[in-house]
């Protein structure tokens, strides 16, 4: 695919477009709309190849490989960003006045310019690509670990552990009141009309009460996925607590839990089982969300139950 080159516009410039033209370079960057039809173009064109193929069971995981492997780069290229910008800092700190010392800073700030605009570029293609990925499957891409920042179409996503480490930091710190945390569990056969109107329906509410809050549930699948999915639509952030099943076995779901209690969230939302009663007969209520409940009640959090309109 050929990539129109980057022209300036008069009028408001994005972030992308204003970080490239301070860039000392004769090549023309990517528009960000051919960035965004790559991303959509490269996701489309896996989803026609495997669908309705033997390949299909393994469609989820193979698209989601794809979009994580344009996060990771972006990772990647951001993290020589950030060693760009410690050299700088060194090369500021020893400053001599010499025309050598001022070359090195020169090469370092053109490095660290040039690495944020590819990073954006990456996570422009990235974002696409999941977006086209939940269009066509109504699955939504989240990282597995770690942070991805907020984006203009996507909000940003931090992993509960640092968000917990960064919490006991604040305790430190009298002028960072943190995050406001909601917390949300639901069963996964909670993945019907009737439960995704509910869902949003609650968290609407949450977002009324509190309006700067943060999102925090497990990520996993059934109404944590319509979850996360009403998240991206309002652009709140999100925190993950993934259920760490290699590390604690058929405890992991449990000790998920007790990452989103440590994140000291304001309210505790749950939804046990399914609220369409031709599905729900006969399931069991979802025993990590009751227990999410549960250990709300002991730490006297407030804790609603989702449940169907009266």
């Known amino acids: 695919m050929q990539l129109t080159a980057f022209s300036p516009v008069t009028g408001a ?5 204003a970080q490239a033209l301070l860039l000392d370079d004769p090549r023309v960057h990517p528009a960000e709309d051919a960035l965004q039809q790559l991303g959509h173009a490269l996701m489309n064109e896996v989803l026609d190849v495997f669908s309705e193929t033997a390949l299909e069971d393994f469609q989820s995981t193979i698209c989601e490989s794809l979009i994580g492997a344009f996060h990771s780069a972006a990772q990647r290229i951001e993290r020589e960003a950030d060693k760009a ?13 010499s025309e050598i010392a ?12 040039a690495a944020d605009v590819a990073t954006l570029a990456l996570e422009m293609v990235r974002d696409a690509a999941a977006a086209s990925y939940t269009t066509s499957t109504g699955d939504v891409w989240s990282p597995w ?8 179409t996507t909000a940003a996503q931090i992993e509960a552990r640092e968000a917990i480490r960064s919490a006991k930091a604040r305790k430190h710190s009298a002028t960072d009141p943190g995050a406001i945390i909601v917390a949300f569990r639901a069963a996964p056969q909670a993945d019907t009309a009737d439960d995704a109107n509910r869902i949003f329906d609650a968290l609407n509410w949450a977002l009324v009460q509190w309006p700067q809050m943060a999102l925090a ?11 996360i999915k009403w998240a991206k ?15 604690h076995g058929r405890a992991a779901p449990f000790r998920a839990n007790d990452e989103l209690i440590a994140l000291e969230p304001v309210c505790v939302l749950t939804l046990t089982n399914t ?4 599905r729900g007969a006969g399931l069991q209520p979802f025993g990590p969300a009751l227990n999410l409940g549960q250990k709300a009640g002991e730490k ?7 449940k169907a309109r009266a």
Request: charged share 35%; net charge positive; no cysteine.
């Open 13 to 17: 410039m994005s972030s992308f477009e």
């Open 85 to 97: 910008r410690d050299d700088l800092n060194r090369f500021a700190r020893d400053f001599d006045g």
């Open 102 to 113: 001022d070359t090195e800073m020169q090469a370092a700030t053109q490095k660290a310019r």
């Open 145 to 152: 670990k770690g942070t991805s920042r907020a984006s203009r």
């Open 217 to 227: 549930t497990t990520g996993a699948k059934g109404g944590e996925k319509i979850a």
């Open 233 to 247: 639509q309002k652009n709140v952030t999100l925190v993950l607590a993934k259920a760490d099943f290699d590390r």
């Open 275 to 278: 609220l369409n009663p031709e």
């Open 300 to 306: 006297g959090i407030r804790h609603q139950v989702v």
